[in-house]
């Protein structure tokens, strides 16, 4: 069974930090390539970040011009689980949280919320 599961969010001040976690199994982890992925109340979901699979050898990595210098995307390998550090938290940073793996399949996880205070 193919899943995907976020962990870690939670209620933070402004200026906090949380590390969200996406543990997968149940497919080839190293062929994805792993993004997270928010949607905030009556917004649009939206890219946040993403790194390449381990097959790709290219370590590539992209964010979001809003999350650029404060969120950082990494994977352990040996634990299947793709992280995202986010520091310098914002109220607008505020929303669920959700990863996905993507290859010639694509899978999502349940989501984890996220709520920034002022």
């Known amino acids: 069974e193919v899943q995907l599961v976020e962990s870690g969010g939670g209620l933070v001040q402004a200026g906090g930090s949380l590390r969200l976690s996406c543990a997968a199994s149940?497919?080839?982890?190293?062929?994805?390539?792993i993004g997270w992925f928010r949607q905030a109340p009556g917004k649009e979901r939206e890219g946040v970040s993403c790194i390449s699979s381990i097959s790709s050898s290219d370590g590539f990595t992209w964010y979001a011009d809003s999350v650029k210098g404060r969120f950082t995307i990494s994977r352990d390998n040996s634990k299947n689980t793709v992280y995202l550090q986010m520091n310098s938290l914002k109220p607008e940073d505020t929303a669920v949280y959700y990863c996905?793996?993507?290859?010639?399949?694509?899978?999502w996880g349940q989501g984890t919320q996220v709520t920034v205070s002022s």
């Open positions: 149940g497919f080839t982890f190293d062929d994805y390539a």
């Open positions: 996905n793996a993507r290859h010639v399949s694509g899978y």
